[in-house]
């Protein structure tokens, strides 16, 4: 397979329904322009993403939280961090102070399956409910199937903007995590040139 230099175009996987991605992809947009490469962004279900960089059937990832490094693949971080997101706890009818994920372990909690960091956070509740999208992770609270949903910030206040929720938001972040571009192994050498670009935009204050 030509390498990316020769071909012009590079193709990443992306999670469907990440607000992240409207940050993250005008960035790398700019980035590779820089470097006289052309990006697309395909977007697929947490796990169907990931199969398809990992694969090689596309040129790399997004983006993921640094959780994907250990995950058996063939994807290689750009160690720059293009975003931070903030994962909080939202509830019905229980009141507590956010402590860690053990503060989550009395309780059932709601999330969005194929998510790493969404998979570790839940890995200490009393019961888990995994469903396809964040907005169900909600609903399922308001609905009272659960005690807790676990979403990002930016993505609960966008739904919930839309769609109103007897709910509450319960503090501090049960998480923060960095994210972070991947390429295919294939691309192993653009890796120096593409992190480059990403610092310089950093400096410049165009990564906040």
Do not use: C
Request: no cysteine.
């Amino acid at each position: 397979m030509a390498p990316a230099s020769a071909d012009k175009v590079m193709r990443f996987s992306t999670m469907e329904g990440g607000a992240a991605s409207k940050i993250i992809m005008p960035i790398l947009t700019r980035a590779y322009g820089q470097l006289g490469i052309k990006v697309e962004f395909k977007f697929y279900p947490a796990s169907r993403a990931a199969l398809k960089s990992s694969s090689g059937l596309y040129d790399g990832e997004t983006f993921r939280g640094m959780d994907f490094i250990t995950e058996k693949n063939d994807l290689l971080p750009v160690t720059v961090v293009l975003a931070e997101v903030n994962w909080w706890a939202y509830s019905k009818y229980v009141d507590f102070k956010v402590d860690g994920y053990k503060s989550l372990a009395p309780y059932s909690v709601s999330s969005r399956r194929g998510i790493l960091a969404a998979d570790n956070i839940l890995q200490h509740v009393r019961q888990k409910l995994m469903v396809n999208t964040f907005k169900q992770a909600l609903l399922t609270l308001e609905a009272g199937r659960v005690d807790l949903a676990i979403i990002p910030e930016k993505v609960a206040l966008s739904i919930l903007k839309d769609n109103p929720m007897d709910i509450q938001l319960l503090q501090p972040a049960v998480r923060v995590d960095k994210l972070y571009h991947f390429l295919h192994k294939k691309h192993k050498k653009l890796i120096p040139k593409i992190s480059a670009v990403l610092r310089k935009m950093e400096k410049a204050g165009e990564i906040k």
